[in-house]
């Protein structure tokens, strides 16, 4: 791997792939347009580098945008080289992984670029679901470009790179001094198009190559490689860490494995990929040391996204929850119900393996929504200190024995008292084992061996669904 900072669009895909392993596609294609005399202007590869090589073996199709071409900007051509390699991706089931680094649109070219860029929009809408489609942005990455980057699965950016459809100049009363809308921090933490920032081209590479490793390279596919790491392996203590979300996947995962995915968005739910006996797992967890287990409508949103990925992959979904509420802000209002929603509709639309695990406070529909049997968990299980109830033991008790509280000396521990009593007639997770809302009652230890046995039980799963052309939701 190159330690230079910046590479070429050529160094990229070198880097990138392993090696010796490129085959290169359309070497020989340049601009044809003779419009405003740009038949004089040369136009090596018209500005993009496609074909075809191996990510530790496996096969992924690969376009590398050539800034010192025009500024990289899409052209006819350009746009059809990259258009030629989905249909190829698409016929062999096969990732394509674009490393952006353009201006945008070729304006010398007119409507035969714009028609050009348009179809190869139609090409990833159409893979989409069917292949998995990674970007990373390496340098410029504007208007129409932006929407072809939002149209993948998965984009990274490297921290001096810029992302935007409307440059910030350009957005009434705002300038790029005062905030620049463009930027590697403000897209990824206020957008949910950037799933990591990079400190440089060789870790953006390396971030794609980590996440191909545990990808299935279509939706025909399963993600499954060896497993080298102790079945049976407990995690001590783990219990501790029950508001790092994070730090319980990481701890679970084969060989500590986990790939988070849209980090800066959204911080309240973690979501990314972990491995059990050797089988990628979608993870959807809150983030209670975030956000006191309150649901945003950011998180919400990328959840949702993130399972329908999951289930069109035949990748299975595992939960751990601990969410109290949602979060209450005049901009929030705004739209939680409905990415909410989305959240409920994309667990219960995902018909692969889903399995729960309770690991602290879980009340009210932010509890239902976060893969609940109400919403079609296979599997619940709950950790012994963990409380589902409609809202807080402590609240209930002040509705449930408000005369009793107010008739007491000691009002304070009268509402503990009451609360204690509510946790173990109905908030407990035995309690809720008892109604057969939760499966089991699993020692946080064990956390690891029962999910990958429950996994394993669930691996030949089939739900059939009533016939629709496509959710309207």
């Given amino acids: 791997m190159s330690d230079k900072l910046k590479l070429s669009a050529s160094e990229r895909i070198a880097t990138l792939l392993d090696d010796s392993s490129f085959v290169e596609i359309g070497s020989e ?24 090589g191996l990510i530790d073996g496996k096969l992924v199709y690969v376009y590398s945008q050539d800034a010192s071409v025009l500024g990289g900007a899409v052209g006819e051509m350009h746009a059809k080289k990259i258009s030629a390699i989905y249909n190829l991706a698409m016929k062999v089931g ?8 353009t ?9 035969d670029a714009l028609h050009s860029f348009g179809a190869l929009f139609r090409k990833s809408s159409m893979a989409s679901g069917v292949i998995p489609q990674i970007t990373a942005v390496f340098g410029n990455c504007g208007g129409g470009a932006a929407i072809l980057s939002a149209l993948s699965d998965f984009t990274y950016m490297v921290e001096d790179s ?30 949910s198009l950037v799933d990591g920032v990079c400190s440089n081209d060789n870790d953006a590479i390396l971030r794609i190559r980590g996440l191909v490793a545990v990808l299935p390279s279509n939706n025909m596919e399963d993600a499954v ?23 319980v996947l990481n701890s679970i995962s084969d060989d500590n494995l986990f790939i988070e995915t849209k980090a800066d968005y959204g911080k309240d739910i973690v979501t990314g990929f972990i491995k059990l006996n050797g089988a990628t797992i979608a993870a959807v967890a809150n983030q209670v040391n975030e956000s006191k287990g309150l649901i945003s409508t950011e998180g919400a949103d990328k959840a949702a996204s993130f399972i329908s990925f999951a289930d069109s992959f035949n990748i299975p979904v595992l939960t751990l929850t601990a969410a109290t509420g949602f979060d209450a802000t005049f901009e929030s209002e705004k739209t939680i119900a409905k990415n909410v929603a989305k959240l409920s509709v994309a667990f219960t639309d995902a018909s692969v393996p889903k399995v729960n695990v309770v690991i602290g406070d879980a009340f009210g529909s932010a509890y239902i929504v976060m893969n609940s049997k109400s919403v079609g968990a296979d599997l619940v299980y709950a950790w012994p200190t963990a409380r589902i109830g409609i809202t807080s033991p402590e609240v ?10 107010a008739g007491a000396d000691d009002k304070v521990n009268a509402i503990k008292e009451a609360a204690a009593k509510i946790t173990e007639s109905q908030s407990s997770a035995l309690a809720a084992a008892k109604r057969g809302y939760v499966d089991n009652i699993i020692e946080p230890d064990a956390t690891r061996k029962r999910l990958i046995a429950a996994f394993d039980m669930l ?10 052309k496509h959710m309207s939701f």
């Fill in 103 to 111: 201006a945008g649109l070729r304006l010398q070219e007119a409507t």
């Fill in 225 to 247: 490689s060896l497993c080298e790491d102790d079945l049976n392996r407990t995690t001590p203590g783990i219990e501790a860490s029950k508001d790092d979300a994070k730090a």
């Fill in 162 to 191: 810029k992302l935007f459809v409307n440059s910030p100049n350009a957005i009434k009363g705002n300038y790029e001094d005062k905030c620049d809308t463009a930027s590697a921090s403000y897209v990824s933490s206020s957008t």
């Fill in 29 to 52: 294609v340049t601009s044809r347009s003779t419009d405003f005399n740009e038949g004089s202007i040369d136009t090596p590869k018209d500005g993009v580098i496609t074909g075809y």
């Fill in 94 to 101: 096969a990732p394509v992984i674009g490393l952006i680094d």
């Fill in 396 to 405: 209930a008790a002040e509705i449930m024995y408000a005369d009793d509280i």
């Fill in 459 to 468: 691996a030949t799963k089939r739900e059939e669904r009533p016939y629709r």
